[in-house]
């Protein structure tokens, strides 16, 4: 197939628009944080220099000008901000409270939906569940596991081995997934899962068309990715623990499970709050998993799901924008939580 150049110009043109784009703002962005600092560092180095060797007293910025100098480099963080989080979000609130054209007000109508529609409430409690399930036992596993191989032979092997998931997307994951829980009807089975049944002497099923098993193997992937994050952040914090402390409780002879409850749990517990909290937040925005291994049917679908679906797919871009605002609505008092305990751990 030979290339024809006229044919691809356009194309060729917007990838060099592209590229030129990248280097500017790329280009930009640099000279904003490099050479800028840099050259009023200069400016302020000489002005001292020349202060003391003229024996004066040493040159003090003004407050007025501190506050224009942070806000110089607070702009673009804040325009950003803006840009990509405050007016989109505000433009989805007021969708929310609109018809699926964007053009007419219907005021809380796509709100008593959400609560009234027999599939979105199968919605709000998968992801219940979701949220439920998968920080608890990710973590849960974590720690357990971070603890049994603390200090034991070949301890970063072992790690490594459950860290490994988390180095594959979720799209990936979810495909491997799909072939563990794979169906062939009677006889030989390509599914992990259904082959092991099958030599227990029992019969295949289709796991990820029966409800509610569906959406607990599907839980599964998320914890398989996400243990393995747990582990590491977790067994950070337990060889962070003072070795004082540890040799203090074993001259006292506590056993082990006294140790883990007495002291590898109160000293961990901020990192396990984090966590907790970022597993919480990550789950409740999970889409990939459900959109590569079910599409989101047989009563598999989340909030996130459902959205693209409502916004994308039906062209309800009211439905989708309620569900969109729920969403981040059940976000935020996690964010707060965990702001208060950080200012909480800041102060003691």
Do not use: H
């Amino acid at each position: 197939m030979e290339f024809d150049f006229a044919d691809e110009q356009p194309k060729l043109l917007m990838l060099l628009y592209g590229l030129i784009a990248f280097v500017v703002v790329v280009g930009g962005l640099l000279l904003l944080l490099d050479v800028v600092p840099a050259w009023f560092a200069r400016r302020r180095e000489a002005q001292l220099v020349a202060a003391s060797a003229s024996g004066a007293p040493l040159p003090r910025r003004p407050k007025r000008g501190e506050g224009l100098f942070a806000l110089f480099f607070l702009l673009p963080t804040l325009l950003l901000l803006i840009i990509g989080l405050v007016v989109p979000a505000i433009r989805t609130l007021l969708l929310s409270l609109m018809d699926r054209s964007s053009t007419n007000w219907v005021g809380l109508r796509n709100y008593s939906w959400m609560f009234s529609d027999d599939s979105i409430i199968r919605v709000l409690i998968n992801s219940l569940i979701w949220v439920l399930l998968v920080p608890l036992v990710a973590a849960a596993f974590g720690l357990i596991y971070a603890v049994l191989v603390d200090k034991v032979r070949f301890e970063a092997v072992a790690k490594s081995l459950i860290f490994l998931p988390m180095a594959i997307s979720f799209v990936g994951a979810s495909i491997i997934w799909k072939f563990v829980y794979a169906y062939r009807g009677e006889g030989d089975q390509i599914g992990l899962l259904n082959q092991i049944v099958v030599s227990l002497g029992g019969e295949p099923r289709q796991w990820l068309l029966e409800a509610p098993m569906n959406t607990l193997l599907l839980i599964v992937i998320l914890i398989w990715i996400q243990a393995g994050f747990a582990m590491v952040v977790l067994s950070a914090a337990i060889k962070a623990i003072p070795g004082d402390i540890v040799e203090a409780a074993r001259l006292d002879g506590v056993s082990p499970w006294q140790m883990f409850w007495r002291i590898t749990m109160p000293t961990i517990r901020p990192a396990l709050i984090v966590v907790v909290v970022t597993l919480s937040i990550g789950t409740l925005k999970v889409f990939d998993i459900v959109r590569t291994a079910t599409n989101g049917n047989y009563d598999t679908s989340v909030i996130a799901n459902e959205m693209y679906n409502q916004a994308f797919r039906y062209g309800e871009s009211g439905q989708g924008s309620a569900l969109a605002v729920f969403l981040f609505i059940l976000v935020i008092p996690i964010v707060i939580y965990q702001i208060r305990n950080l200012r909480q751990q800041r102060e003691g």
